[in-house]
C-alpha cells in the first residue's frame, strides 16, 4: 500500500480512527512521513501498551524474567514488540495475558459469533449436540463404558430430532 502523504513509499504505518461509532477514518504513511506527523509505529506501541493500563504492568512485574522454553521470547520482549513468539508463549505468560485479553475483548472466554438470523432453538439444540459429544468422548476416554452407551444412545436420539445426519455429525 502506497503512502497517502507523499505517494513515493510503502506505508508500514496504519492509522485507523472510528467516529461517533459509525465513520472509521484511515490514514496510511511511511515511516518518514509517520515522522513527520508526528507518529511513529514505535510511538503507537508504546500507546497500546500503555491502554492495557496497570493490570499489565502488574503482570509484567510478576514476570520480568519469564522466558518461552520453545521460542526464548521473554515477557519484556513480548510488552516491547507486542507479539508473542510461538504457540506456548499463551501458556507461558498466561498470567500476565489472561488480564490483558480480558480487557480488549471484555471476556476472558473466546464465544465465537453466531450467524444472525440463527433461531434461538437452534443455537440451543446445536450446543446440547456439542455437550453430548463432549461427555461422550469423556465417557469413552475414562473408560466408563455403560454412561457412553446412554449417551450415545441419547446423542442418536438428539440428532435425529435436529435432522442430523451421520455425515454432519
Same mark, same amino acid.
Given at each position: ?37 508526528? &507518529?511513529? /509505529?514505535? %510511538?503507537?506501541?508504546? #500507546?497500546?501498551?500503555?491502554?492495557? +493500563?496497570? @493490570?499489565?504492568? &502488574?503482570? /509484567?512485574? %510478576?514476570?520480568?524474567? #519469564?522466558?518461552?522454553?520453545?521460542? +526464548?521470547? @521473554? ?63 469423556a465417557a469413552v476416554k475414562g473408560e466408563n463404558y455403560e454412561l457412553a452407551a ?7 436420539r438428539a440428532e435425529a430430532a435436529a435432522g442430523v445426519t451421520d455425515?454432519?455429525?
Amino acid at each position: 500500500m502506497e503512502c497517502q502523504s507523499c505517494h513515493s513509499k510503502k506505508a508500514t504505518v496504519h492509522l485507523t480512527e472510528i467516529v461517533g461509532n459509525k465513520e472509521k477514518r484511515e490514514l496510511h504513511l511511511c515511516e518518514s512521513c509517520a515522522q513527520q506527523h508526528g &507518529t511513529t /509505529g514505535m %510511538e503507537i506501541m508504546g #500507546l497500546i501498551s500503555s491502554a492495557f +493500563g496497570p @493490570a499489565a504492568k &502488574t503482570a /509484567g512485574a %510478576e514476570t520480568p524474567e #519469564l522466558k518461552c522454553a520453545s521460542c +526464548g521470547l @521473554a515477557y519484556a520482549e513480548f510488552r516491547s514488540r507486542g507479539r508473542l513468539g510461538c504457540p506456548q508463549c499463551y501458556e507461558v505468560f498466561r498470567a500476565a495475558l489472561e488480564p490483558l485479553l480480558e480487557k480488549i475483548h471484555g471476556q476472558g472466554k473466546h464465544v465465537g459469533k453466531t450467524p444472525t438470523g440463527t433461531p434461538a432453538a437452534d443455537r440451543s439444540r446445536e450446543k446440547h449436540l456439542v455437550a453430548l459429544r463432549r461427555q461422550l468422548n469423556a465417557a469413552v476416554k475414562g473408560e466408563n463404558y455403560e454412561l457412553a452407551a446412554k449417551l450415545r444412545d441419547e446423542l442418536k436420539r438428539a440428532e435425529a430430532a435436529a435432522g442430523v445426519t451421520d455425515a454432519d455429525s
